[in-house]
């Protein structure tokens, strides 16, 4: 079956502009996570939804940062306001209840 | 969420085992210890998980101590596609997230 998707794939913003990520998840599976990799570290956890519900978002670093799931199923990560620190892979992932994570291929983001 | 320790960097030569060990020693009753591996340009792959006893899939095998305080995990023929940062992660079982380290950087070398 299809894994977890993400677009786009690649996306490069001038600094100050504002961008949303898609993360489209396992059909089913009612965990969805967003994770952050800068270059060369490993991924860091933004924000996590079960369904529609966002129980944890300690890991968002700023109030530009901001996700939904709406009907539980796809997401939206928004960045407002990009600045250069923002550029690095944003992963997305989903799993059922507690079983393994599945993660996408993520977006690269690159602001200039 | 328990920390874990390891290496930054193995090699390994193709065709033998690749072991990768993790040390976990904060590590709770009711924490797993999982594994993932990320090749360049994509997402993390998850590689097995386990509690307390050993576990065997088709990818690799998971030794945890009896302590629980290490684990190893064993890739038995390596191959150049086996190339790739090796995670090891403890997570909680009533949380579904999980705290990625820096992994260890595994190259497999003809």
């Known amino acids: 079956g299809a894994g977890v998707s993400q677009s786009p794939r690649y996306k490069v913003a001038k600094r100050g502009q504002d961008v949303a990520l898609r993360c489209d998840p396992i059909?089913?599976?009612?965990?969805l996570f967003w994770y952050q990799q800068a270059l060369g570290q490993g991924p860091e956890f933004l924000t996590y939804?079960?369904?529609?519900?966002?129980?944890?978002k300690s890991g968002l670093p700023s109030d530009r940062f901001f996700a939904e799931r709406p009907e539980g199923s796809v997401s939206t990560l928004k960045i407002q306001r990009t600045q250069q620190e923002d550029s690095a892979v944003y992963l997305c992932?989903?799993?059922?209840?507690?079983?393994?994570?599945?993660f996408g291929n993520g977006t690269r983001l690159t602001v200039t | 969420d328990a920390k874990t320790t390891q290496p930054p960097s193995m090699d390994c030569a193709e065709g033998r085992a690749a072991n990768l060990p993790c040390n976990h020693s904060?590590?709770?009753?009711?924490?797993?210890v999982y594994w993932y591996r990320q090749i360049h340009s994509q997402g993390p792959q998850y590689i097995i998980h386990?509690?307390?006893n050993n576990e065997t899939n088709e990818m690799a095998s998971l030794i945890i101590t009896e302590d629980r305080k290490s684990s190893t995990l064993i890739l038995p023929h390596a191959t150049l596609r086996d190339t790739a940062v090796y995670y090891c992660?403890?997570?909680?079982?009533?949380?579904?997230?999980?705290?990625f380290g820096q992994g260890t950087t595994l190259q497999v070398k003809p």
């Open positions: 386990g509690l307390k």
């Open positions: 992660i403890v997570r909680a079982s009533n949380t579904g997230k999980l705290i």
């Open positions: 059909s089913g599976h009612v965990s």
């Open positions: 992932a989903s799993s059922f209840s507690n079983s393994p994570l599945h």
């Open positions: 904060t590590i709770s009753g009711n924490e797993y």
């Open positions: 939804f079960q369904n529609e519900a966002q129980l944890d």
